[in-house]
């Protein structure tokens, strides 16, 4: 009998009950973790380059990590909110395809589930700032991540099972693009974790499908439709996630950031980044650095 098993897991970092004003107007924020709203009260809107999505009261609406977003509330806004990080066997992420905000109808059971997940939690709040410049740092990260470890098993289990409860709900959406592939080859998933592994070296797809044993044209394609993105291209987008990472969580130069993600000169480092972001490295940069104290 074959055994199923999940290829995405999700760990909690924050989760709380907030009220808002005019003060929740961020842009141009680019978080290396996933967001999940429910709206109790007020309205507000999340803007991303799928478009402009309101915030109503009575939904709840999910967030990708690494999707460049506007966050504003221009009167009143009474949100929960969940981050949570993702890792993924295969190196695919789960949201891969649907980088933009996802809107669902709550149910009763997710409402539920969302203040289950609150009671269990009490101490994941966000106290410095509800400002995302201030609180996504590294150490921050650590932080709030080392209470997984300290839960019990059973909260532990619960709290886990109350993520995927509210992520599958987003997965039966209409909003939600399905890519049905079936399972990933183990070349192209030995292809795709050499890359995660190699990201500092030079990649090329004629190395890619030399080490696969398979023909440069054939490797391309089904690493295609198996990825939903060309070898290039996903080389790409990983270096730049790689690079998104060590900039808001490291003190490394843009040389080394560069050099440490397979990139040959800074010019291209920089047109690539702004490509793919839509920010410059130094912008970017910028956003994540801690401010003053709040």
Known sequence: MTRRTLKHSFSLLHV??????RHWDFSNVLSPYSRIYFIDEGEGYVSTAGGKQMLEAGHLYLIPSFTLCNLKCSKFLSQYFI?????????????QNNRKCLKIKA????????????????NRKIY?????KVYEQNAYYKEYQALNSKQSDADFMETQGVLLQLISSFLNSKEF??????????KVLYAINYIQINLHEKLSVADLSKKTCLQGDYFSRIFYQHTGSRPLNYIQSKRIERAQYLIATTNM????????TGFENLPHFFRLFKKITNLTPREYAHQNKLLSAI
């Open 177 to 186: 693009e399905h890519r049905n592939t079936g399972d990933i080859p183990s």
């Open 107 to 122: 149910a009763q059971k997710d409402i539920s589930n969302i203040k289950r997940l609150l009671e269990m939690n009490p």
């Open 253 to 260: 130069s843009f040389s080394e950031i560069a050099q440490d």
């Open 128 to 132: 410095r700032s509800d400002n995302p």
């Open 16 to 21: 709380d009950a907030v009220k808002l004003g």
């Open 83 to 95: 981050h949570f990080f993702e890792d993924s066997r295969d190196g695919i992420s789960l949201f």
